[in-house]
């Protein structure tokens, strides 16, 4: 099966503006294998065969979110589907941390809603702010944005919060 290309890198006419560093860390999301989460997420029942690939791309285009935005002022919020595959990937730590080193250059903080919400996280700014940046990156919104957000973000700056 031919590989399609995940849109993550700009056109042709943009690439000088965004930078190699920008574009090299696109291109490494736009490779990694994300297969092995996809049927962990599908095994375990949390996404459904059908759509398993889509989610795969949803979650390499949520990652792609803070490199086209680092310095974003809220916390983005991915979709649940998304979010259920993340947990997986969490869970791979050696390969997550890697990840995370060599696309953001320290740890990426997954923080669950068991902590103090703000007023503009209780009426969904960071959820819709979210889902505006994606639709401004990759166009309109597939099948897993339709659903409800999930119940975890990373955080706008990347800190520990362990």
């Known amino acids: 099966m031919e590989r399609k290309p995940l849109q ?7 690439r000088n503006e965004w930078g190699a560093d920008k574009l090299e860390k696109l ?7 994300f297969s092995d989460y996809r049927e962990r ?19 390499k285009r949520f990652f792609a979110l803070k490199v086209l935005f680092p310095n974003h002022a809220y916390p983005m ?5 998304v979010d259920l595959m993340w947990h997986h ?8 941390r890697k990840f995370c080193h060599d696309i953001f250059g320290e740890y990426l903080d997954h923080r669950p809603d068991k902590r103090e919400v703000t007023i503009a996280e209780i009426a969904g700014e960071p959820w819709a702010r ?9 166009g309109a919104l597939t099948k897993p944005w339709e659903r409800t ?3 975890c973000n990373y955080a706008g700056d990347i800190e520990n919060t362990h």
């Open 89 to 96: 990937f969490i869970l791979d730590t050696a390969n997550y």
């Open 27 to 33: 291109q490494y999301i736009e490779d990694f294998d």
């Open 77 to 81: 919020v991915p979709p649940l589907f």
């Open 130 to 138: 979210t889902k505006q940046l994606r639709i401004n990156a990759f």
């Open 41 to 59: 997420a599908i095994h375990d029942g949390e996404v459904k065969e059908l759509i398993g690939h889509l989610v795969e791309i949803e979650l």
């Open 149 to 151: 957000r999930g119940v």
């Open 8 to 14: 993550l890198l700009p056109q042709d006419a943009n």
